[in-house]
């Protein structure tokens, strides 16, 4: 009995010793896990046919910014690739060029001073150019850090067709703790990118 005395004495000294010498845990982020990539084609009706996420929907773009000066308002075949699940989208511009390089070659400029217009939150960024299976070659711009989009790409066939494209997650959040799903949007962008044919 008394060597049962002093055994529990001596653990519950250890424990205590145990309790004042730890220390805090750093903060960590909750897991996500991520579905499987299955995908499907987008809707019809469009002068351009890509393959998008079974988990997305397609929705138009309907937005007007401006001033009194000048409204600037989407236009046709402007649309969001939305993930309800994460409040997060793609979004699509599309702009028919009618043979005009200068006007090509504008909107490939514009596409460079939108995402750099992020390198003051950006902690990096690095633009490259992407062959598609096909053969075909498409601009990707990766953004990292607390940047409000993470990836943003152009592609054209050089005569009749513009399209760029930029992701966005709308959570207030760090984006190391949504490391999987701006991950997930990626693989779904390039996927975009490589599935994607114009329709004449």
Same mark, same amino acid.
């Given at each position: 009995?008394?060597?049962?005395?002093?055994?529990?004495?001596?653990?519950?000294? #250890?424990?205590?010793?145990?309790?004042?010498?730890?220390?805090?845990?750093?903060?960590?982020?909750?897991?996500?896990?991520?579905?499987?990539?299955?995908?499907?084609?987008?809707?019809?009706?469009?002068?351009?046919?890509?393959?998008?996420?079974?988990?997305?929907?397609?929705?138009?773009?309907?937005?007007?910014?401006?001033?009194?000066?000048?409204?600037?308002?989407?236009?046709?075949?402007?649309?969001?690739?939305?993930?309800?699940?994460?409040?997060?989208?793609?979004?699509?511009?599309?702009?028919?060029?009618?043979?005009?390089?200068?006007?090509?070659?504008?909107?490939?400029?514009?596409?460079?001073?939108?995402?750099?217009?992020?390198?003051?939150?950006?902690?990096?960024?690095?633009?490259?150019?992407?062959?598609?299976?096909?053969?075909?070659?498409?601009?990707?711009?990766?953004?990292?850090?607390?940047?409000?989009?993470?990836?943003?790409?152009?592609?054209?066939?050089?005569?009749?067709?513009?399209?760029?494209?930029?992701?966005?997650?709308?959570?207030?959040?760090?984006?190391?703790?949504?490391?999987?799903?701006? #991950?997930?949007?990626?693989?779904?962008?390039?996927?975009?990118? #490589?599935?994607?044919?114009?329709?004449?």
């Amino acid at each position: 009995m008394r060597y049962l005395l002093i055994l529990l004495i001596l653990w519950s000294c #250890q424990v205590n010793t145990e309790q004042t010498n730890s220390l805090p845990r750093p903060k960590g982020f909750n897991r996500i896990v991520m579905p499987p990539a299955v995908f499907q084609p987008v809707e019809k009706g469009h002068p351009y046919r890509f393959e998008i996420s079974k988990y997305a929907q397609v929705i138009p773009d309907t937005a007007e910014i401006g001033n009194k000066k000048k409204i600037w308002k989407a236009e046709p075949h402007w649309i969001y690739i939305y993930y309800p699940r994460w409040d997060a989208f793609i979004q699509i511009t599309y702009k028919a060029l009618g043979g005009d390089r200068k006007k090509m070659n504008a909107l490939i400029n514009d596409s460079y001073a939108l995402a750099y217009k992020h390198q003051g939150k950006a902690s990096g960024i690095q633009d490259y150019v992407m062959t598609t299976t096909d053969g075909r070659k498409a601009g990707l711009i990766e953004l990292n850090g607390e940047v409000a989009t993470s990836l943003q790409f152009f592609t054209t066939d050089s005569s009749k067709h513009f399209l760029r494209g930029a992701i966005y997650v709308k959570t207030a959040t760090q984006n190391d703790s949504l490391a999987p799903i701006i #991950q997930f949007l990626k693989q779904d962008a390039i996927h975009l990118v #490589q599935t994607l044919r114009w329709q004449d």
